[in-house]
């Protein structure tokens, strides 16, 4: 079911809901770049064993809405979370992909609001972001800038970003990840704004952002799963190391043949490791 929330500026969030309403809530937080789609299958899947999952898009993604100041900080993903438990009334298990989990993690570290969370899921990302991974990611996003002629130009695109995963057939679904514009071109479904801030960083604000996120950190008292894709050079093993040994309750899976997007790679095995971790958790 496709459902709108509302920030407290009254600007929109989409979202899709899978799942009855009276089962606990889990809330899936897609990565920069993504959209809500990204977590379908996994979605479905969790909301089988019994849970009620809510997938949004974050701001300047999909269909939600775009910053016209162009503000994209954690801080004000967290804002719009934040919005979305509290119009649902109920606290949430928090799962949060790359970007996303970094938003879960300030919410979840956040003492004055741990009436909140339940428990959270960090998949593929630990404290703050590698930056020589994330610097792929970037250069990923930037590659599609001016456009695509055709779906299969995008899909192209996606291949050689992650050259382990086969090339679908069937290219209907990155309708969903696309905007066709004027000019008839096919352009990612994010605001560009997103990408301009972080090269406008003043000096100071990233050391800024890593003190928060370590703070938010080392205050996480709920259950806490690290999720890793064998693959992945955005988690390293040195990063994956400092996220255990801060959050020292948590647990670690690592799942093979999964790189950075890993709910897309090892679609299965990934859902069955939230559905055991959120059921014992719950």
Partial sequence: MEKI???KDGQTIAATIYGKEENPLVILLHGGGQTRHAWD??????????????AYDLR????SFWSKEGDYSIKAHKKDLISVIESLEKPSHLVGASLGGMTALSLAGDLSLSALTKSLVMVDIGIYPNPEGSDKIVQFMQSGGSGFSSL??????????IPHRKKPKDLSGLNKNLRLKEDGKYYWHW????????SERKPGEESEFYKDQEESAKNIKIPTLLIRGALSDVLTEEDKDHFLNTIKHSEFKEIKEAAHM???DKNDIFAESIISFLTKSN
Avoid at 41 to 53: C, L, M, R, Y
Avoid at 60 to 63: V, Y
């Fill in 41 to 54: 299958q996994a979605s479905k899947n969790i909301s089988e064993a019994g849970f009620h999952v809510v």
């Fill in 60 to 63: 300047g993604h999909g269909d």
């Fill in 262 to 264: 890993v709910a897309g």
């Fill in 5 to 7: 929330f509302k920030d």
């Fill in 191 to 198: 605001d560009p704004k997103f990408l301009q801030r972080r």
């Fill in 152 to 161: 299969e130009e995008a899909a192209e695109a996606i291949s050689r970003f």
